[in-house]
């Protein structure tokens, strides 16, 4: 099916405010627009949810408003997700942008951590980052986080549904594949 780019429903973009008001001050002065793309894209054979990028240049004619930040959601995956993980899923796409000190304009930064399940059940908190990002993940499963134990997504044209106990299972064959 070809992919689709469409309007976002009017929930992203009240989420979307509510995080802003809460955990994102900085960004009330920066033009923000979503899109629904019909399905996710898969790259470095990972399902992206979303991505946040600059309005270039280029893409700026294409666009009704003016705009620094386009957020791109996979609307397949939205569709499957309880209202907590789209909070995340926004929340997260928010974290990317960034006031660029220099020019004063938009831009976006990359993750607080990019590592390998595999290195880290090999060497645990070896980096930096991994050590700052290491006590939020145990703070995360002292706490539980009771509302996202369950995790909903597509693959394969089929939808999964994961808990902790049977992600560790699945994800074997999903490597497979
Ligand atoms: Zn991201």
């Known amino acids: 099916m070809a992919i689709e780019y469409k309007e976002v429903p009017h929930e992203v973009l009240a989420i979307a405010q509510e995080l802003i008001d809460q955990y ?7 033009k923000i ?4 793309r019909s399905e996710a894209s898969i790259s470095g054979g990972k399902m992206v949810l979303g991505t946040t990028g600059k309005v270039t240049e280029k893409i700026k004619p294409l ?4 705009l620094d930040i386009l957020i ?16 995340a899923l926004i929340d997260h796409e928010l974290c990317h942008i960034v006031n660029n000190l220099n020019t004063g304009g938009w831009t976006t ?7 390998f399940k595999e290195i880290v059940e090999r060497y645990g908190l070896w980096s930096y980052d991994l050590m700052n990002i290491g006590e939020a993940v145990a703070k995360a499963y002292q706490l539980e986080m009771p509302a996202i134990t369950e995790v909903t997504f597509e693959h394969k044209g089929q939808v999964v549904t994961l808990n902790a106990e049977s992600r560790r299972k699945l994800e074997k064959t999903l490597e497979g594949g």
Not at 24 to 30: G, N, P, R, V
Not at 74 to 83: F, P, R, T, V
């Open 33 to 36: 627009g979503f899109v629904f």
């Open 72 to 87: 791109v959601l996979a609307e397949d995956q939205y569709a499957l997700m309880n209202s907590l993980r789209r909070k």
């Open 109 to 115: 930064k990359a993750h607080d951590i990019n590592e």
């Open 63 to 66: 666009l009704s408003d003016e």
């Open 24 to 30: 994102h001050e900085q960004l009330k002065e920066c």
